[in-house]
């Protein structure tokens, strides 16, 4: 085991004990700026815990909840299942549709106040990431509500809460036909690259966008983008998703981070070759958070360009797929840990880092734990990045494809304990009956199988395989829609997974680029060198007589006590399917708690815990669960499957708890 030491920090002052509390100016900037409220944030607050005080909805009455309204926003364009609303004086904003259009309805009867479309560009029509938004940012600025919009465009837009309208003296004039005069930023003019402010960044270039909102802290308004996916890309140029901070009160751009650092930059020397000069990513796509005392923001980032090979990159690629520490007012660096090094497995982080105050050997400590696709909960010292628990470097398997040059380690956290599946071995295959195990180990003999980190396999591989079994892969662990929640009194987190494996197969770049268009698109690749080995197709072992090939569970929430680091307990995500407790197989036997297999979205209150997921019958539902068991003490039903999030708020003496559906939300209260 090598000790390489993967984080750097500098001190930054004094231990914060109250995560998200609001902090001194800095200077005129932090004055008059507040964030707190109901649900301020589209993770609850700016620290991530997905936590709300309130219980008038309560384990004694969970299962009386009924629908009080539905939002169907199919008016405004096509489906938005991500996107989860900020409660503001009596308003819940949202974005809805491709155009990520804001709507603010009134909280209490879900009726529409106000919507703004940016108007269209080719910015807008050329994102990947349309249809993803999360939500917006928010800010009280001197007694007045503003909320913040970044669009598919890449543009920042500071509205009024309750009148929809620009904020005059934020940003400037956009040259572009049907934009407001004032309240909007062009996001791309402070990245550093030439752009049309219609067509954006070339595609020779590059591209960026973005899918989560941005973060307002001690009067600082943090971007983080996103780019292209990449197991989409077959170019390797690409631009870096640099972090960008600006003022709150006027959009005056303040400070730009480089994720990919250049000469004299800490991290350079882990650029191998002159790749840091052309290539990029290491966007920041998943939600932030920040401690205001401490003065930071927590930046988690994806793989450098491209999924599943980067031999053109040669070295561990900071900062790509790791955790960074800013300071808010400056943007400068206080101390970074990398999760994955050279990532080529598409372990892009997928969730908020969530911050919080515990008690460890008697000491109280501020952590980070960031919750991955590796079902590892990486925990921090959030003041120093410094691990709370040894993290050990192992040895992992080395890459078969030519051309490719993976870490020789990867970092393990020796505690908590992994949360899921890592790995494919015999052992962890289908055991409810021995033929079922038989049939699997048939299923999948062509296939090579191994530990975390198996690397994917190329075509005509020396060794004879389809493909590689890396588990878990791009859908396993903890995702987009699998969120976390933390409680504050008791220090114990409660974190989403499900079980999944990747097969892609490597094929050479120039059989899938098409050297001009995409067959399916009007618009040319980003970048123009074709890479040696991009992404083909993903053979599927299927499955063992209608069963997954492994073991139940097949999705949980795991309690872990981020005192300890120990794992207390688990349980499956919603109710058995009907097709396995009615399987021939298991005729007979006691409800094996399988779990769905999807993710859930979680909210966490001083009463209970509750959970989105479906029941045997796959009626969508949420659950609630005491938080100290994992007991079932209620459970509701909803209008729709919940793709991504939910939030909880009070309004005029009513608890209201809101699901994110298809083209649309819905909220459940109890009976008047």
């Not at 923001?297 to 053109?312: C, E």
């Not at 515990?358 to 109280?364: A, E, L, R």
């Amino acid at each position: 085991m090598s000790s390489r030491k993967l984080f750097s920090w500098l001190p930054v002052g004094a231990v914060a004990l109250i995560v998200g509390a609001c902090a001194p100016a800095d200077g005129d900037r932090a004055a008059g700026v507040v964030t707190e409220g109901d649900w301020a944030v589209i993770t609850g607050n700016n620290a991530g815990q997905r936590f709300s005080d309130l219980t008038q909805i309560n384990a004694s009455n969970f299962s009386d909840l009924e629908v009080a309204w539905e939002y169907d926003a199919s008016h405004l364009g096509s489906v938005n299942a991500r996107s989860t609303p900020i409660y503001v004086d009596g308003m819940l904003i949202n974005v809805h549709s491709e155009y990520r259009s804001v709507v603010a309805t009134d909280a209490g009867t879900g009726e529409e106040l106000w919507t703004y479309t940016e108007p269209e560009t080719f910015r807008w029509e050329y994102s990947m990431r349309k249809n993803h938004g999360k939500g917006v940012a928010y800010a009280n600025i001197d007694g007045r509500d503003i909320v913040f919009l970044i669009s598919p465009a890449f543009f920042l837009h500071a509205i009024d809460a309750h009148t929809g309208q620009h904020v005059e003296g934020f940003g400037g004039q956009v040259p572009v036909e049907g934009f407001p005069s004032t309240g909007v930023v062009d996001l791309l003019a402070d990245l550093g690259h030439e752009y049309d402010p219609s067509d954006g960044i070339p595609l020779e270039t590059g591209y960026i966008t973005s899918s989560s909102p941005a973060l307002v802290v001690n009067g600082v308004v943090v971007v983080g983008n996103s780019a292209e996916q990449g197991y989409n890309q077959t170019r390797r140029e690409m631009i870096p998703g640099d972090i960008l901070g600006y003022d709150a009160r006027t959009g005056e751009h303040l400070w730009k981070f480089d994720v990919l650092p250049g000469p004299g930059e800490v991290g350079h020397e882990t650029w191998e070759n002159d790749a840091w000069q052309w290539t990029g990513d290491i966007s920041s796509w998943a939600p932030l958070s920040a401690d205001a005392q401490l003065g930071l923001v927590y930046i988690p980032t994806n793989g450098a360009t491209q999924d599943y090979y980067g031999g053109f990159r040669p070295g561990d690629n900071l900062f790509s797929t790791s955790l960074i520490a800013l300071d808010v007012a400056t943007g400068e660096r206080r101390w970074h840990y990398q999760l994955i090094h050279h990532d080529i497995w598409n372990y892009d982080t997928p969730q908020v880092p969530v911050l919080a105050d515990v008690v460890i050997d008697g000491v109280p400590t501020p952590i980070v734990a960031q919750a991955t696709k590796q079902a590892f909960l990486y925990v921090l010292n959030r003041e120093t990045g410094e691990p709370v628990w040894e993290i050990e470097e192992r040895p992992v398997p080395q890459s078969l494809i030519p051309g490719e040059h993976l870490a020789a380690t990867q970092p393990f956290p020796t505690r908590p304990a992994p949360y899921d599946m890592q790995g494919l071995s015999e052992d962890d295959l289908i055991d409810f009956t021995p033929e079922l195990r038989r049939k699997a180990i048939d299923l999948l003999k062509d296939y090579q199988l191994g530990p975390l980190f198996l690397p994917p396999l190329h075509r005509d591989n020396d060794i004879g395989k389809i493909a590689a079994l890396w588990c878990p892969a791009d859908v396993g662990g903890t995702n987009i829609d699998g969120t976390p929640a933390y409680d504050p009194a008791t220090g114990v987190i409660y974190v989403p997974s499900q079980k999944g494996c990747g097969t892609r197969v490597m094929i050479p770049g120039s059989e899938k680029d098409p050297g001009g268009r995409y067959e399916d698109q009007t618009t040319q690749p980003t970048g123009t060198t074709i890479t040696d080995w991009v992404p083909g197709p993903s053979p599927n072992p299927g499955r063992v007589d209608g069963l997954p090939y492994w073991k139940a569970p097949y999705s949980k929430i795991t309690a872990i006590d981020l005192n300890t680091g120990d794992h207390l307990w688990w349980i499956p995500i919603g109710d058995t399917p009907r097709n396995v407790l009615e399987h021939p197989a298991l005729r007979g036997q006691p409800d094996p708690r399988t779990g769905s297999g999807r993710q859930a979205a979680l909210i966490a209150t001083p009463d209970m815990l509750i959970y989105s997921g479906h029941d045997s019958d796959n009626n969508p539902m949420i659950f609630a669960v005491d938080k100290a068991t994992g007991q079932e003490v209620g459970r509701a039903a909803v209008p729709g499957s919940i793709r991504y999030g939910m939030m909880t708020y009070m309004h005029e003496g009513k608890q209201y708890i809101l699901v994110n559906l298809n083209g649309g939300n819905a909220t459940l209260a109890l009976p008047s």
